[in-house]
């Protein structure tokens, strides 16, 4: 019964996922606004496609711009939570041109990225239920895997389904087989997952592989000084001319621009475009130009000790981006699988409950 209850939500977060599996791939083909002409100049920096941005929404304030690899749009992202303002434009990173102005709320892939993890209900009723009902399915898959496994002596044709048995026996079969040859990857993709729904789970793991640091740091802040520099060149400007000689093979580099005088400049450049973990978390005195050094996780990947690179690879293990195109079919494949598995299920607890129930008129005729 148990696992009925929380089959539903599992069969929502499964096939959610299965639609995920693919984001950047499906974007790059039905996006072509993501796409410009490479050209033989730099790039401008980013208080100029900042300027652009703020004659689109002047009443705004960016809170990142994203810089892409040769030949893909620049992009300024907008983001608030009261009232929900998420809108993103697309600008030519060689000309400050705008090609797009796309609003987030609406975007297909973050429709489905709530449902995975929220169930489409505000976060703190949806992401505590979607959690829940991971760990559940988490532990029938462990403890189902148990009881089905065979016996010394049993026929090992367990392990295959028989298409010449009757239905019911295929549904058995799709149920039993099926569930046991992706368990391995369904058992890393639900402790991923629950990394986000539990803290004791992501302090638990990270722990467990030896990690000291902690993994929520406050981002560090900018001094204001008594008298603010006159500079010419903005400080968000000086601090991406320094990282892009720092990095000039970046697939990515995000800028966040400090939102008060006491915040910080903050830089995540990535070597990598299809992942995350070898990022570098970089953060700068916004007055001083200063690097400011954090010791936390998610800081310079030079830094990071094993547990933390662990930790960093979460989101790409779950995603199977970790594994590059063949681990993300993995991983969507492992999905339907999750998706069929309350499916089938629920058909094999129908059969049983009408056979005990014709048991029971049976016995009492």
């Known amino acids: 019964m148990l696992g009925l209850i929380s089959g539903i939500v599992v069969f929502v977060v499964a096939i959610t996922g ?12 039905s996006q072509p606004y ?44 907008y983001y608030q939570t009261d009232p929900l303002f998420y809108q993103g434009v697309f600008i030519n990173p060689y000309s400050s041109e ?38 559940v399915f988490l532990v029938l898959l462990i403890t189902g895997t148990i009881l089905w496994w065979p016996k010394r002596g049993e026929s090992r044709n367990r392990f295959r389904v028989n298409w010449k048995n009757p239905w019911q026996r295929r549904f ?29 789970v992501a302090n638990g793991l990270y722990k467990a592989t030896g990690g000291e640091k902690e993994q929520i740091v406050a981002a560090p802040a900018s001094k204001v000084p008594e008298n603010m520099p006159d500079r010419k060149l903005p400080a968000i400007d000086a ?33 990598d475009e299809e992942t995350l973990w070898k990022s570098d978390y970089r953060y700068f005195d916004q007055h001083t130009l ?33 594994g590059g195109l063949t681990g993300k079919i993995i991983a969507f494949f492992a999905s339907l699988v999750a998706a069929s598995l309350p499916v089938t299920g629920f058909i094999l607890w129908q059969r049983r409950r009408k056979e005990k129930q014709k048991l029971k008129a049976k016995l009492e005729l």
Not at 311 to 320: A, E, F, L, S, T
């Open 34 to 77: 993501r796409k410009v002409a490479v050209e033989q100049a730099p790039y401008l920096p980013p208080s100029h496609l900042k300027a652009q941005a703020e004659a689109i929404f002047p009443n705004k304030v960016p809170f990142r711009i994203v810089y892409h690899n040769p030949g893909k749009a620049a992009e300024i992202l």
């Open 172 to 200: 058995y079969d799709l149920h039993s087989v099926l569930g046991f040859y992706a368990q391995f990857v369904l058992v890393i993709m639900s402790i991923t997952g629950l990394v986000w729904g539990f803290e004791w």
């Open 290 to 322: 200063e690097e400011i050094e954090v010791d936390a996780v998610w800081g310079k990947f030079e830094n990071a000790s094993v547990s933390d690179k662990i930790r960093r690879m979460n989101y790409d293990v779950h995603i199977g981006a970790i």
């Open 239 to 271: 601090v991406w001319y320094q990282l892009m000689e720092e990095y000039p093979e970046a697939a990515t580099m995000e800028m966040h621009l400090p939102y008060s005088a006491q915040s910080a400049i903050y830089a995540r450049v990535n070597p």
């Open 98 to 135: 705008v090609i797009k102005v796309k609003d987030y709320t609406r975007d297909f892939f973050q429709v489905v990225l709530r449902g995975h993890f929220q169930l489409w209900l505000p976060r703190s009723v949806g992401q505590p239920i979607v959690s829940v009902s991971v760990l």
């Open 18 to 29: 299965c639609m995920y599996a693919f984001k950047s791939e499906i974007e790059d083909l």
